[in-house]
């Protein structure tokens, strides 16, 4: 009797944890070559060891740290604001019907607008500076924390409520003991929403509000100048700024959730 013979999958020949590096290094390669073999003679393809010879440069120089260190300071100061505001309206909505239909219409209006659509107002209010940029991220990071915690605290089991009740839990133990723990998860996935859109919109505010330090003036330095492969090494840096942030914040929410088992 014949016997068909299996061959093995290829990418069990990989470990798990570097199976989504394939993808990337693949690119690389071709990118390696279509450089190398000058599929085109443009100068917008450089070659990645330009990319990297400006990326020692702009380490080397301390630009890289200078920029960067902008750019994460807009951030996390614009996420922390808007986060911490999208919290407090967010748990109100969530326990107040009355609260919600004072405000929830102009609430789901507003979220419905542009956030590119407020730069001009805010360039009016606060000019092109870092006040501008900041108050930019946290419009960013504030509608999807609220919408997290709405829903978290909306979607708290009522029996947990009622047995709270029972044990003449006062407004703040309800909110500490009851209220916060069952709306934790979805909290945590607006948080890491605000993170994500709070680090485009770091971007989007430098590249729109043309003034200081920052990432976004690393793209515009490259563009203004030609400069193709301190472009395409700005663009690598917020990739995997924006990759770092998002995995811490996972890791937290796990530390912080682990529920201990018994």
């Keep these: 009797m014949a016997t068909t013979r299996s061959f093995p999958n290829p990418f069990t020949l990989v470990p798990r ?13 071709v990118w390696a070559w279509a450089a190398h073999a000058r599929w085109t003679d443009s100068s917008l393809l450089v070659s990645p060891l330009d990319v990297w010879r400006r990326a020692v440069d702009q380490v080397r120089s301390g630009a890289l740290a200078q920029a960067l260190s902008a750019s994460l300071w807009r951030c996390l100061w614009g996420v922390a604001l808007g986060s911490a505001a999208g919290l407090a309206v967010g748990a109100l909505l969530g326990a107040s019907r009355r609260a919600e239909r004072l405000l ?12 590119f659509a407020w730069i ?19 419009m960013a990071a504030f509608f999807p924390v609220v919408l997290g ?6 979607s708290v089991p009522r029996e947990y409520v009622e ?21 934790a998860a979805s909290i945590f996935t607006g948080l890491q929403l605000a993170v994500i ?13 043309a003034s200081g330090q920052g990432l976004g003036n690393t793209l515009i330095d490259g563009r203004e100048h030609f400069w193709m492969d301190l ?6 840096v917020i990739a995997l700024v924006g990759f770092a942030l998002n995995s811490l914040l996972v890791a937290v ?3 912080l959730l682990a529920w201990p088992r018994y």
């Design 17 to 29: 944890r570097l199976r989504g590096w394939i993808l990337p290094l693949l690119l690389l390669g």
């Design 104 to 115: 929830g219409p102009s609430f789901h209006t507003l979220k419905q607008i542009s956030l």
């Design 120 to 138: 001009p107002m805010l360039s009016v209010w606060f000019g092109i500076g870092d006040a501008a940029k900041v108050a930019f991220v946290a």
């Design 149 to 154: 915690t709405f829903e978290g605290v909306r």
């Design 163 to 183: 047995v709270a009740r029972v044990l003449d839990f006062s407004r703040w133990q309800m909110l500490a003991r009851v209220v916060l723990p069952a709306a």
């Design 197 to 209: 859109y709070g680090w485009l919109a770091t971007l989007g505010a430098e590249y729109l509000l």
């Design 231 to 236: 472009v395409l090494f700005g663009v690598v």
């Design 253 to 255: 929410e796990r530390r």
